[in-house]
């Protein structure tokens, strides 16, 4: 990981979803990189947990508690970030539910409601209340989170990619729309993160990340320098993209495992993976 240089320096955030995971990788580069944070999560714990150990690490940063599928918890994490640090400059919609795996024909109303009001509906409650403060700021940058589903499915998980195809389509509209007004928005997509690692047994995790092109399972610190560069300025023509962070799975055909030109075919070269 490359040292904090001060990209942000001077910038305000809201990261949604901060308290652990994803969240809070982007929340504590983001305050290492000199922006002022607002960690908004429906654990109040685990959100003022977050904030006090960036703070620890000399960043600067506030915990909200706020269920993001709320109009009025939007509305008191957007009050709470203008009243306390000024303005909006970046918003990293990112809170998730990944957790509600369920069959389609076992799914009903209220899994397909929670899902998509916590996954699609927080981010647009969240766009419509901070895009008003960029607009009349003339700038800001909003960076939504998808998911690899939105393009290749999981099992058991209907609803939660319907969640992230929905995100990156409001993504590439609101790209679009909100141009003019000096607004860039864009997504990460992330590919397998170990957040939660009991979801899966020890086998099958190892098992899985040797299926990865780059060799290894993902971390949530993964995200956070390819969050850092969609809020800065080195990202200035940057709009409308959905950023995969996946060490190259969305791309591979196959899993090496069963692909006709196996890795056992590679060249040993000292240093490569196979080194
Ligand atoms: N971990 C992965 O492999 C992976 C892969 C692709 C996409 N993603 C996406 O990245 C994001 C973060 O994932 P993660 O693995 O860090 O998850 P995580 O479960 O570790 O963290 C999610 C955070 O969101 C908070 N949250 C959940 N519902 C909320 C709500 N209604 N209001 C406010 N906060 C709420 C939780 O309390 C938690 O702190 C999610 O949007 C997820 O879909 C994760």
Redesign the pocket.
């Given at each position: 990981m490359r040292a904090p240089n001060d990209e942000l320096k001077g910038k305000v955030a809201i990261v949604?979803?901060?308290?652990?995971?994803?969240?809070?990788?982007i929340a504590h580069r983001y305050a290492a990189e000199g922006a002022s944070v607002v960690i908004?999560?429906?654990?109040a714990h685990?959100?003022a947990e977050a904030a006090a150990k960036i703070a620890e690490d000399g960043g600067r940063a506030l915990a909200v508690p706020?269920?993001?599928?709320l109009p009025a918890?939007v509305d008191r994490v957007v009050d709470t970030a203008v009243d306390t640090f000024g303005t909006v400059d970046i918003l990293v919609?990112?809170?998730?539910?990944?957790?509600t795996l369920r069959h389609f024909l076992d799914g009903d109303e209220q899994w397909w409601d929670n899902m998509i009001?916590?996954?699609l509906t927080?981010h647009y409650l969240f766009i419509r209340r901070v895009a008003n403060i960029m607009v009349a700021a003339r700038g800001g940058t909003i960076i939504n989170?998808?998911?690899?589903?939105a393009n290749r499915s999981h099992r058991g998980a209907v609803a939660?990619d319907a969640s992230?195809g929905a995100i990156e389509a409001m993504t590439r509209s609101l790209a679009i729309e909100l141009a003019p007004y000096g607004i860039r928005v864009n997504a990460?997509?992330?590919?397998?993160?170990?957040?939660?690692p009991a979801h899966l047994a020890p086998a099958a995790r190892k098992l899985r990340d040797e299926t990865v092109p780059l060799g290894r399972g993902?971390r949530?610190d993964d995200?956070a320098g390819p969050a850092v560069f969609l809020a800065s300025e080195d990202a200035e023509y940057v709009t409308g993209i959905c950023l995969v962070v996946d060490g190259g799975v969305l791309v591979q055909q196959r899993p090496p495992q069963v692909e006709v030109f196996g890795l056992d075919k590679y060249p040993r070269i000292p240093g490569s993976l196979f080194a």
């Open positions: 949604t979803g901060a308290a652990q995971g994803i969240g809070y990788a908004a999560d429906i654990n685990g959100a706020a269920d993001v599928g918890d919609n990112n809170a998730g539910d990944v957790s009001r916590t996954n927080g989170m998808s998911s690899g589903g939660y992230k990460l997509v992330p590919g397998l993160i170990a957040t939660h993902g949530a995200l």
